[in-house]
């Protein structure tokens, strides 16, 4: 490894290890803010800085540092007879493989090094690179191709699966090691939970696989980039994996290992400090590298309708209505930018999910996963497969059908994120409206006679 691929690896790692951990402590916030909203309440605001006798508290967003402090400074209790190596081992195990995951996805499209040196200084306003095919390389000054991907395996989505399997281990022990009967509980039911939406995980990804033609995550963005998002593709897969994938970072609905009314807080029940804090934060990570996942496997990863390495192309089939060429540069940033940005909604729609839907009971939770996720997922092999035979002996004139019903759907993506990005600025500076609404058969019969008294009541 050469000075500058060692360099830009580790700026790769600062990238993905800083976005996960900053989005995850945002995510605590969001959580609260969500709720408060949806349950019409004011929500976290008590966190303050005092600056000059004025008060900051930042819409709430000290609350996340307050966290933070609150777990360095408690302290950390340990059962007596609770196992010492394993039960300090398992929020380590949790937090682990949760940052392990993150150095497979690829979050932008390859740089070429040798571009910038030929363009420099005027990297800017450079040419753009060839739209397909690799980039080009000088190894004698030491320019290479970089992937914007921490670790480029060439099992690619099947090294995921097995890392993340292994956050089942972390739930195990810590609820056996605390030697409390509730953490046990909390075990098992993560345990057998993780390992039956596990397989819902794996099976809903194989009719992907198929289309796609690999297992390498950076080789299916580069899939849908050159035809449509896999969502369009593998919609039953999509909505599949979104579910497994909530009930894998065990959130609401799919939280009952750590049921409060049940089991006071499941397998990390004895935990305090900053023990505790790393599975509160493992979940929340969980939720960033889950969405990062779906992002680049069903949501374009970091391609955009219509852009393409070598610029923007608007065309329709073989009819090509506009090409605007962009320098690499710029179109790698917005590739890196498309990435995050799509994992931000799609960490909002987890959080939008937590605070609408009621938890389930566990035997209903286990009925879901296997009698209706993953006899879906079946289905949706056997259907793809079939698709897949038939559209593979089919003529040219079909092909070229798929391609318009492709260029389509980008077109699809544009005017749908358009109409949602006015309508979201529209109420955002919107008038706010108050109306009075009557609530109940009581305040309804104290209005009509005059209302109620607005003095304190005398003894």
Request: hydrophobic fraction near 50%; charge should be neutral; aromatic fraction near 12%.
């Amino acid at each position: 490894m050469t000075a500058t691929q060692l360099v830009w690896t580790i700026v790769k790692i600062l990238i993905m290890v800083g976005f996960v951990l900053n989005l995850a402590a945002i995510l605590t916030w969001a959580d609260r803010r969500q709720s408060s909203m949806i349950q019409d309440r004011i929500g976290p605001n008590r966190a303050v800085i005092k600056v000059f006798g004025k008060e900051f508290r930042l819409l709430g967003l000290l609350h996340p540092a307050a966290d933070g402090l609150k777990f360095f400074t408690k302290e950390d209790f340990m059962p007596p007879k609770a196992d010492k190596l394993l039960f300090t081992l398992a929020p380590i195990m949790a937090m682990g493989m949760v940052f392990t995951l993150v150095g497979t996805i690829p979050f932008g499209d390859t740089v070429c090094l040798h571009e910038f040196r030929v363009n420099f200084p005027n990297i800017f306003s450079g040419p753009a690179v060839p739209r397909w095919g690799l980039c080009s390389a000088d190894p004698k000054n030491g320019y290479f191709p970089i992937d914007l991907q921490v670790a480029s395996l060439g099992v690619g989505i099947l090294f995921v699966f097995a890392m993340s399997g292994q956050g089942i281990i972390g739930a195990a022990i810590a609820g056996w090691s605390s030697d409390n009967k509730f953490s046990l509980m909390g075990a098992l039911r993560a345990a057998s939970q993780m390992v039956s939406y596990e397989v819902t995980l794996g099976m809903s990804l194989i009719g992907a696989m198929m289309i796609y033609g690999t297992v390498r995550l950076d080789d299916m963005v580069r899939w849908q980039s050159d035809h449509t998002w896999g969502i369009f593709v593998q919609p039953l897969a999509f909505f599949l994996f979104f579910a497994a994938a909530v009930a894998e970072n065990k959130r609401i609905p799919f939280d009952l290992p750590e049921a409060e009314s049940e089991l006071v807080s499941g397998y990390f029940t004895e935990y305090a400090g900053m023990k505790f804090g790393m599975f509160y934060f493992a979940e929340y990570a969980e939720v960033v590298t889950g969405s990062m996942l779906i992002v680049t496997i069903f949501l374009g990863g970091w391609a955009l309708p219509f852009f393409h390495r070598d610029g923007l192309t608007i065309e329709f089939g073989q009819h090509q209505l506009v090409h605007a060429s962009i320098s690499h540069l710029w179109m790698t940033l917005l590739g890196v930018v498309a990435f995050f940005g799509k994992v931000l909604v799609v960490c909002w729609m987890q959080v939008f999910v937590r605070w609408t839907l009621p938890r389930f009971r566990y035997d209903q939770l286990m009925k879901l996963g296997w009698r209706v996720l993953l006899p879906a997922s079946l289905v949706n092999i056997l259907v793809t497969g079939v698709v897949w035979l038939l559209l593979d002996q089919a003529g040219t004139g079909v092909s070229d059908a798929l391609k318009v019903l492709a260029d389509v759907t980008q077109a699809v993506i544009v005017v749908t994120f358009t109409y949602v990005t006015v309508r979201l600025v529209a109420g955002v500076f919107a008038p706010l409206t108050y109306e009075r609404t009557m609530l109940g058969s009581s305040a309804e019969q104290a209005e009509k006679r005059g209302g109620t008294k607005s003095t304190a009541m005398q003894a």
